[in-house]
C-alpha cells in the first residue's frame, strides 16, 4: 500500500504479460479499466511484449501509447524498478516456488501491492517466513492466490459466514465442481508441489512458529474431511488436497465475524461415487508420479506453460462452489458460480483484486494477507458486477 501523499507513475503492472492468462489478464483490462488508469506491461522478451499490445490497440486504440517495461526474475534490478514504479504489481510468472519470490521481494521492499495466481502451499508460506515483516513495515499487501484459486473459495465462505451472521462456533464445508481445463501453469505448480511434500511440510512448519494466533482466543482451521455422500447436496465428497481450504481458514483467522471457533473443509462433488473413486485413484496415482523425476519430466512435457484453450472452448466451461455454513443451530446454503474457471473467471478475478487494491477504500491492513481480509465487501461487489454469481440457495 503507497503511503498517503506519496505518488507512483503506474497504478498496475501486468508482469508476465506475454503468457497466456497474463496476456487474458491484459485483454481484461483493456476492456474494463476504467478511464485514466494508468497501467503498462511487463516482460523479458520486448518483441512479445509489443505483440500483446497490438492485440490490445484492436480493443482500444488508445492503447497504442501503453508503456512496455523490460524486467526479468534473474533481474532483481529491473524488479526493482517495476516495484518503485507502480501502485499494484500483477503476476502471472510460474511455477511461483521456481520464479515468483524475487517479484515478492521487492514489492514489499517497495511498500507495492502484490497479486498472483500461486496454487502452491508451499510456495506461500515461505514468502510469509521471508517477507511477511518487510511488508508490514512498508506498508505492502502481499496477497497470493487471487485466482479461482483460491477466491471462489475465501470470498465464498466469507459471504457463507456474512448470510449465518453466528455468534458462536462456525463450520463452513465447500464443494467445487467444474467443467473446463485448468491452465498449464497451474498443472505444472500442482505437479512441482506434489513432487515435495518434505519440503513444504518444513515450510508450513517454519510458518507456524512465526505466524501469531489469532486475537481473544479465537480458533481457525482447515479439517481434512473425508470421502462421503453430501445428502443435502447430493453428491459424492471427495476431499481437495489444495492451497484453498489454508486460504480460508487464513481469513477465518483474522476476521472475527468468522466467530470464535471457524472450522472449514474442502471438496471436490461428484455425482456418482464411480467418478469419486476415478478422481482419487487419478490423483494418487498422479502425486506419486510427480516423486518420480522421469514420470514428473513426463507429466510436465505433456501439458505446456504459456497455451490454453480456444474461445469457443473456455465458452462452454463453467464452475460452482457450492457452501454449507452451521452455526447456531442454523443452516445457510450458499453457492458461487461463473465461466471458464482455469482462464477466463482467473483472469477477471485476478484483474478486479488489482483494480479493487488501487481505486476502493479497503480495511487498513499490511504483510501477506487474503483477499477477504484484505479486500472483503470491495471484491465481493466487484466480482458480482463483472458477472461472478455470489447467491444465497433456498
Not at 66 to 86: G, H, K, M, N
Not at 193 to 201: E, L, V
Not at 266 to 282: M, R, S, V
Amino acid at each position: 500500500m503507497v503511503a498517503p501523499g506519496e505518488s507512483r507513475e503506474l497504478d498496475v503492472v501486468v508482469f508476465g504479460a506475454t503468457g497466456f492468462t497474463g496476456g487474458l489478464t491484459a485483454e481484461y483490462l483493456a476492456r474494463h479499466a476504467p478511464e485514466g488508469l494508468r497501467w503498462a506491461l511487463a516482460g523479458r522478451s520486448p518483441d512479445r511484449l509489443e505483440a500483446v499490445r497490438r492485440r490490445l490497440v484492436a480493443i482500444d486504440p488508445a492503447l497504442e501509447s501503453l508503456e512496455l517495461i523490460p524486467a526479468d526474475v534473474t533481474d532483481a534490478a529491473s524488479l526493482a524498478a517495476v516495484a518503485s514504479r507502480a501502485r499494484v504489481v500483477i503476476t502471472t510468472v510460474g511455477p511461483y516456488l521456481h520464479h515468483g519470490e524475487p517479484l515478492v521481494a521487492a514489492c514489499a521492499e517497495a511498500g507495492t501491492d502484490y497479486v498472483d495466481l500461486t496454487g502452491e502451499p508451499e510456495f506461500v508460506d515461505r514468502m510469509y517466513t521471508a517477507h511477511h515483516a518487510t511488508a508490514v513495515r512498508t506498508g505492502a499487501r502481499l496477497v497470493h492466490a487471487c485466482g479461482f484459486d483460491s477466491i471462489p473459495h475465501d470470498l465464498g465462505a466469507y459471504f457463507t459466514v456474512r448470510q449465518l451472521a453466528a455468534s458462536g462456533p462456525v463450520t463452513i464445508r465447500g464443494v467445487v465442481r467444474a467443467s473446463g481445463m485448468f491452465s498449464g501453469g497451474t498443472f505444472h505448480s500442482a505437479i512441482n508441489a506434489m513432487s515435495r511434500p518434505k519440503q513444504s511440510k518444513e515450510a508450513s512448519s517454519a510458518r507456524r512458529r512465526t505466524e501469531p494466533k489469532p486475537a481473544d482466543g479465537r480458533s481457525s482451521r482447515a479439517v481434512a474431511g473425508k470421502p462421503h455422500r453430501d445428502r443435502q447436496l447430493g453428491f459424492w465428497l471427495l476431499p481437495m488436497p489444495t492451497i484453498d481450504p489454508l486460504v480460508v481458514a487464513r481469513s477465518g483467522a483474522a476476521l472475527p465475524e468468522y466467530g470464535p471457533t471457524f472450522r472449514y473443509s474442502h471438496y471436490a462433488g461428484t455425482k456418482t461415487l464411480h467418478y469419486a473413486a476415478g478422481g482419487a485413484a487419478g490423483v494418487t496415482a498422479m502425486a506419486l508420479a510427480a516423486q518420480v523425476r522421469p514420470l514428473r519430466q513426463l507429466l510436465l512435457g505433456r501439458v505446456k506453460q504459456g497455451e490454453g484453450p480456444d474461445e469457443a472452448k473456455r465458452e462452454r466451461s463453467w464452475f460452482t462452489v457450492d457452501f454449507i455454513g452451521e452455526g447456531d443451530g442454523r443452516t445457510v446454503h450458499t453457492r458461487v458460480s461463473g465461466g471458464d474457471p482455469g482462464y477466463g473467471e482467473t483472469a477477471k478475478m485476478l484483474a478486479e483484486s488489482a483494480l479493487c487494491l488501487v481505486l476502493d477504500d479497503n480495511p487498513s491492513t499490511a504483510g501477506q494477507v487474503t483477499t477477504a481480509q484484505a479486500m472483503g465487501e470491495h471484491l465481493l461487489s466487484r466480482l458480482q458486477a463483472a458477472g461472478i454469481r455470489f447467491e444465497a440457495v433456498a
